[in-house]
């Protein structure tokens, strides 16, 4: 049986941050440092695996197109073309990122000059958060809200495949958690009433998502983030696994917090994925690479018992890969948690995001563990054979200031002395934007927070700020915009300057990224220059000018992407194992 290009009922677009952001003049400075995709934020959301596997299940054909991706690995690849091109029942956008305001509406744009008959869905956190002005963008059709699209948008599929768009509105009003415009223009907002407590029936793995690169040919649009071309990805496929939806902690920095997904995403608590079916996910994926597999949601946040389950399951299984696992608190039997791990897994690697060294700031922030408590789990994790324990640290904290902030730096060199190479920090500003929904933006003058911006046009228009100040959606009592930016520069030189001491990265890393951030320092001096010019056409030209400059930093400014790889061999897709499954499953339909 041979396999058909057939064509899709939902073609998954998932859009740059800015669009066309190669034409664009923008310093996105640090902004995407703490993350593996560039400040084009093109790796698309985990949350399109369960989507293609449950409409796949149901008899609809979904393709993914990564376009973000496409566009960064090509200066001539043609996104609009290639949407021209298109023929699908519905087009999907991630909105999940607030950085994506500007590219997916623009998107979205494109989607109807050319398909005006063709409804475009938009779903993720920023949708749900913004879904009242979103739905009344001429180029939005439905938003789909919460955390979990999967079933909704199956039955929205079910009912545009059925009937025009234009014909029976009367089943769209029956599909959960549906915003939508009936033939007058009207909005129509559904209840919300989906938001499972389960979510064991959706699996993480590659199989669903390679099937469609064999269906319609096109591996190049899968790819989930930015190696800048599909061979890169290859050697890196880094693979996440999700434990679950929603979190027990109450960050007040964190748009998935337990307030803010109870406030916007109408969740009570976190539904946890069976620990048993965790085991089965990893061992699953060890089949299709040999590449890191990172562990999503700390494995101890319902508890030891359930943590104790995954790693007993581990323990019977034979792979090399190395695991990432995440602390969002410190652990209180570290010694016993470590070993068991080790016995576990042959390889693995731990990270946790203390913020700062100051434990009063980080406790007003809800994290309340101290500093000999990270301290103790660095050490236990290491004499247990972690590979590698990264630490992210943060800028723009209540009660923060640039003298803090370098004094957090200062323990990042203490850490290195303490423990050597295998513990990594890193530190940047919350950037671009505080996350909607947390608790810090939803009463910012608790936490001496002023935002800047409210509404989504206002974060449309900020993305394409031609350098990330202007984008920063808040400043503190304790530092302003420009203080942030001066005081993420400071702090990246001295910890670049620490790394190079204690070992971590050679002179050549070193120099060059000193060399970028003395760059964007010298930059953000000249664009605030450039700004001050009244006639817009002159100051247009001048930041053209300085595009170029602002492309040798798209990758990264104060973090180098591959300081923040973990150990992998090159060409860790098992290609051969991935093909035979996909046709397979292929085949069973």
Known sequence: MSIVNLNPHLILLHAPAVYDFRKHPIMYGPIADGVPSTPIF?????GFFSIVEHLEKNGLNVRIINLAARMLGSDSFDAEKMIRRLEPSAFGIDFHWLPHAQGSLEVAKICKRYHPDIPVIFGGFSATYFYEELIRYPEVDFIIRGDSAEEPLLQLMKTITQHKHSSSHSSFSTIPNLV??????????????????????FSNNYVSIFKSALKYRDIKSLIPFHGWSSHEWLDYPITPVITCRGCVHNCIFCGGSRN???????????????????????????????????????????????????????KKATFENHLVFELFDSVPNPKEYFELIAESVENFNFEISPDTHDESIRAVEGKRYKNSEIEENIKWALDSGCNRFDLFFMIGLPFQTCESVLETVDWCGHLMD??????????LAYSPFIDPGC?????PEKFGYKILFKTLEEY?????????????????????RDEIVDCTYQAGLKLNTLKVEYGLIDWD?????????????????????????????????????????????????????????????????????????????????
């Open 42 to 46: 093109e790796m698309y959301p985990i």
């Open 180 to 201: 939508w415009k009936d033939n007058n223009g009207e909005v129509r907002i559904n209840p919300f009433t989906h938001v499972p407590t389960e979510i064991n029936k």
């Open 260 to 314: 803010a997904l109870a406030m916007y995403c109408n969740r009570g608590k976190p539904a946890f994925r069976d620990p048993q079916l965790i085991t089965e996910d990893i061992v699953k994926i060890t089949r299709y690479t040999s590449a890191p597999i990172f562990i999503i949601g700390d494995l101890l946040q319902p508890g030891e018992e359930y943590a104790y389950t995954v790693l007993e399951g581990l």
């Open 418 to 427: 303490k423990f050597g190479k295998r513990v990594v920090p890193f530190i």
């Open 439 to 443: 608790i810090a933006y939803e009463n």
């Open 460 to 480: 449309r228009k900020a993305m394409l700020s031609p350098s990330w100040k202007y984008a920063l959606n808040y400043e503190t009592e304790w530092m302003t």
């Open 509 to 589: 890393s070193f120099k060059s990224t000193e060399e970028r951030i003395k760059l964007a320092v010298d930059l953000t001096s000249e664009i605030d220059e450039i700004n001050e010019i009244n006639d817009t056409s002159a100051r247009q030209k001048r930041l053209m000018q300085l595009k170029p400059k602002f492309d040798t930093m798209l990758n990264s400014v104060i973090n180098e992407k591959m300081h923040m790889e973990w150990p992998a061999a090159k060409r860790n897709l098992k290609i051969f194992y991935l093909l035979k499954a996909a046709i397979l499953e292929y085949l069973k339909r």
